[in-house]
């Protein structure tokens, strides 16, 4: 195992990211966003791994980023870190990311989880940015992404008090996708990740990065964007063959070309 603070896994086309330091409830420190960073990205690459599961070991996902890393950190020395350029690669990430979220996801924790495509949440889940009692604030996207998922005042609400709000609340919110039991949340995610991975890879790929573009972009410029791929899908295989068996009534066979 080539990672100290992540377990890694394949299994048939789907690959596994698990944070792996239960006993700090995964605290996040910055070896351990290299790592998540850097096996997703080979994921990315790797012809075998149709879509990529992000979830936690132990009773969290993640309760936010190391503090202990951070407590005698200086401003200048993060200025030259420069840190979250690494966790702005997740945003690059071509193949859908489906998050699986039990216990705790806060502060950088709940960040992670909203770099994921699609969430799924075990009854348990907690999702909230306790930075506020911290005396300091989300700094790895969390403002953004939240503001952008919700709008503004339950955002603001959120942010500023730092409560934690439950898996029904995220639901409710749309932060989350789906609440599973906990017993089958690794269960339920990998049947759901299994089921987009027979997709068109080629489609999958194209239509994730147009509805990302839709959370940037004004409608007018993210429907260049679309159009531009779906005019690009007609270069490909798997439209020919798609619609082929289509015709052909029978069910088609994509092979990402
Ligand atoms: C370091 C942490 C940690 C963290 C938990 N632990 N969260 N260590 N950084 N973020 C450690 C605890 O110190 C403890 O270690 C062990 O994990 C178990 O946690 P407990 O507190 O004993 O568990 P519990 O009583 O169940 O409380 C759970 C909790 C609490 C409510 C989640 O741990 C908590 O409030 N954690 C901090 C949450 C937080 O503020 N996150 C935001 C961080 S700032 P020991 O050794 O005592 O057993 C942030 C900024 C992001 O994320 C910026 C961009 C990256």
């Avoid at 992000?54 to 407590?71: N, S, T, V, W, Y």
Wanted: hydrophobic residues 45%; proline residues 3%; negative net charge.
């Amino acid at each position: 195992n080539r990672f100290s603070f992540i377990d890694v896994s394949v299994e048939g086309s789907i690959g596994i990211v698990a944070l792996n330091r239960p006993k700090v409830l995964n605290a996040i420190n910055r070896p351990m966003v290299s790592e998540i960073v850097s096996i997703i990205e080979e994921f990315d690459r790797n012809d075998e791994v149709k879509v990529i599961v992000l979830c936690g070991h132990g009773r969290a996902f993640a309760a936010g980023a190391d503090i202990d890393e951070m407590a005698e950190a200086g401003a200048i020395e993060l200025e030259l870190l420069n840190q979250f350029t690494e966790w702005d690669r997740l945003a690059w990430v071509k193949k859908p990311i489906i998050g699986a979220v039990q216990g705790f996801a806060l502060g950088g924790g709940f960040e992670l989880a909203l770099c994921c495509d699609i969430l799924f949440a075990a009854h348990d889940a907690e999702f909230g940015f306790p930075e506020i009692s911290l005396g300091v604030m989300p700094g790895a996207g969390g403002t953004q992404r939240l503001t952008k998922l919700m709008g503004k005042s339950k955002a603001m609400e959120w942010l500023l008090t730092g409560d934690r709000m439950n898996a029904k609340e995220a639901l409710h919110y749309g932060v989350i996708n789906r609440i599973v039991a906990k017993e089958l949340l690794q269960e339920e995610t990998l049947k759901f990740a299994n089921k987009i991975a027979k997709q068109a890879p080629l489609s999958l790929r194209l239509i994730k990065e147009s509805v990302l573009k839709a959370v940037d972009y004004s409608v007018y410029e993210g429907m260049q964007y679309e159009r531009k791929n779906f005019y690009l899908l007609f270069a490909s295989k798997d439209q020919k063959e798609g619609m082929r068996a289509f015709q052909e009534k029978r069910r088609p066979n994509f092979e990402g070309e």
